[in-house]
């Protein structure tokens, strides 16, 4: 394997580097003391996102997108994670992957717009009894006597759903059938709910859904009957290892950033506190581990892109780099002192924020099950590709 980045690489992650630092840091604390991003700044950084060819990096050339890689999605992903949720998703898209089963006239009022970033969606798989269990879900669809599938149900912690305009919703049309239906917002029975106020990831709604005899046109079906969940899976395996794995990765690389500056010029007892064993010790695990997780999730990316089934690395790549994270940004709080706890700095932001990782889009337990029980069927080496 070539590590090397070659020319257009590296002129693409320099481009979305200077991005973040002229447009959305200077936002950053803005966002946090509102918990809001006001929307003619959204709309503003989303216009010039798209003006630099950084929206919907992952969808296809053809329909608008970036057209790029796995490799070079998970690049650009690693630098999204140095700033906010919310300016991620307003500067960048968060289109997803299911929308490439639309077919027909789907392709034109939800595809296109989409990736065009006319149209926002939010996917909509959790509900207040089907957490890491995604297919416990009672949300559900059945045709009435007219034949039109009619919907009812809830769905909770709806990342960005005050943005959207649309939703990709899991929905139970058999006894062990689930589907996905794309779901307009405003339709006759379709509420939206209470913002669950979150400990960390200010400025991002995290949204109460229900649906109360919603009916759906045909058109509204994505992909086949009973081919939902197989699609939710889908878009959470690149969601783990892009959203979580890559962005985990940037976003300790930066507090680790910060730890090295600070550790070179705070001094106590006429001595920079980077001269000391302890702190070292702190700096030289959290660079470890920034690189092990680095090189995980680029390897399962190369996977994705050999076609290869990576599914068990990105189980690996969702516990490693969420939970170093977590290890990376505690040890900052301790480097920094006093002033890591204070909101004054962005230090104490981090922290919050970084407790989710070990929670969304499937626990750390939940995965570390999923390894288990991969390595007792198939061995200690079962992450050999070669084998």
Same mark, same amino acid.
């Given at each position: 394997?070539?590590?090397?980045?070659?020319?257009?690489?590296?002129?693409? %992650?320099?481009? %979305?580097? &200077?991005? +973040?630092?002229?447009?959305?840091?200077?936002?950053?604390?803005?966002?946090?003391?509102?918990?809001?991003?006001?929307?003619?700044?959204?709309?503003?950084?989303?216009?010039?996102?798209?003006?630099?060819?950084?929206?919907?990096?992952?969808?296809?050339?053809?329909?608008?997108?970036?057209?790029?890689?796995?490799?070079?999605?998970?690049?650009?992903?690693?630098?999204?994670?140095?700033?906010?949720?919310?300016?991620?998703?307003?500067?960048?898209?968060?289109?997803?992957?299911?929308? /490439?089963?639309?077919?027909?006239?789907?392709?034109?009022?939800?595809?296109?717009?989409?990736?065009?970033?006319?149209?926002?969606?939010? %996917?909509? +798989?959790?509900?207040?009894?089907?957490?890491?269990?995604?297919?416990?879900?009672?949300?559900?669809?059945?045709?009435?006597?007219?034949?039109?599938?009619?919907?009812?149900?809830?769905?909770?912690?709806?990342?960005?759903?005050?943005?959207?305009?649309?939703?990709?919703?899991?929905?139970?049309?058999?006894?062990?059938?689930?589907?996905?239906?794309?779901?307009?917002?405003? *339709?006759?029975?379709?509420?939206?709910?209470?913002?669950?106020?979150?400990?960390?990831?200010?400025?991002?709604?995290?949204?109460?859904?229900?649906?109360?005899?919603?009916? *759906?046109?045909?058109?509204?079906?994505?992909?086949?009957?009973?081919?939902?969940?197989? *699609?939710?899976?889908?878009? /959470?395996?690149?969601?783990?290892?892009?959203?979580?794995? !890559?962005?985990?990765?940037?976003?300790?690389?930066?507090?680790?950033?910060?730890?090295?500056?600070?550790?070179?010029?705070?001094?106590?007892?006429?001595?920079?506190?980077?001269?000391?064993?302890?702190?070292?010790?702190?700096?030289?695990?959290?660079? %470890?581990?920034?690189? !092990?997780?680095?090189?995980?999730?680029?390897?399962?990316?190369?996977?994705?892109?050999?076609?290869?089934?990576?599914?068990?690395?990105?189980?690996?790549?969702?516990?490693?780099?969420?939970?170093?994270?977590?290890?990376?940004?505690? &040890?900052?709080?301790?480097?920094?002192?006093?002033?890591?706890?204070?909101?004054?700095?962005?230090?104490?932001?981090?922290?919050?924020?970084?407790?989710?990782?070990?929670?969304?889009?499937?626990?750390?337990?939940?995965? &570390?099950?999923?390894?288990?029980?991969?390595?007792?069927?198939?061995?200690?080496?079962?992450?050999?590709?070669?084998?």
């Amino acid at each position: 394997m070539d590590f090397s980045l070659n020319d257009e690489q590296k002129m693409m %992650i320099d481009t %979305i580097r &200077r991005f +973040i630092a002229e447009e959305l840091k200077p936002l950053e604390d803005e966002l946090e003391e509102k918990g809001y991003l006001e929307p003619e700044k959204a709309a503003a950084i989303h216009a010039k996102g798209k003006e630099l060819g950084l929206y919907a990096l992952n969808m296809p050339a053809e329909l608008g997108g970036g057209g790029l890689s796995n490799l070079d999605r998970i690049m650009c992903e690693e630098q999204f994670g140095h700033t906010s949720d919310m300016l991620i998703r307003r500067a960048f898209g968060n289109v997803y992957e299911p929308l /490439l089963h639309c077919k027909g006239e789907q392709v034109e009022r939800w595809l296109k717009p989409a990736v065009e970033g006319k149209r926002t969606c939010a %996917i909509t +798989i959790t509900e207040s009894g089907a957490g890491s269990d995604a297919a416990g879900i009672k949300t559900h669809a059945k045709r009435n006597e007219q034949g039109q599938w009619v919907l009812n149900g809830a769905k909770h912690f709806i990342s960005d759903g005050e943005w959207s305009d649309f939703f990709l919703v899991s929905a139970r049309t058999g006894e062990k059938e689930i589907s996905m239906f794309m779901v307009d917002k405003g *339709l006759p029975g379709f509420t939206v709910g209470k913002d669950q106020k979150m400990m960390g990831l200010r400025g991002t709604p995290h949204l109460e859904l229900f649906f109360d005899n919603v009916v *759906l046109e045909d058109a509204a079906l994505l992909g086949e009957q009973g081919q939902g969940f197989k *699609l939710a899976m889908g878009a /959470l395996n690149v969601v783990r290892l892009a959203q979580v794995g !890559a962005r985990a990765v940037g976003k300790a690389t930066h507090v680790c950033e910060m730890m090295v500056e600070y550790a070179n010029d705070r001094k106590q007892f006429n001595t920079r506190i980077g001269d000391f064993q302890m702190v070292q010790q702190m700096l030289a695990d959290s660079v %470890i581990e920034i690189n !092990a997780a680095r090189w995980m999730v680029y390897h399962a990316a190369w996977m994705l892109d050999q076609g290869l089934d990576a599914r068990e690395q990105i189980a690996m790549v969702k516990v490693h780099a969420a939970e170093t994270l977590g290890r990376v940004v505690d &040890r900052a709080v301790q480097v920094f002192g006093g002033m890591g706890f204070c909101k004054e700095l962005s230090i104490e932001r981090y922290y919050r924020d970084a407790r989710i990782y070990r929670i969304f889009d499937g626990t750390s337990e939940i995965h &570390r099950g999923v390894i288990a029980k991969s390595a007792l069927k198939k061995g200690a080496m079962l992450f050999d590709v070669n084998r």
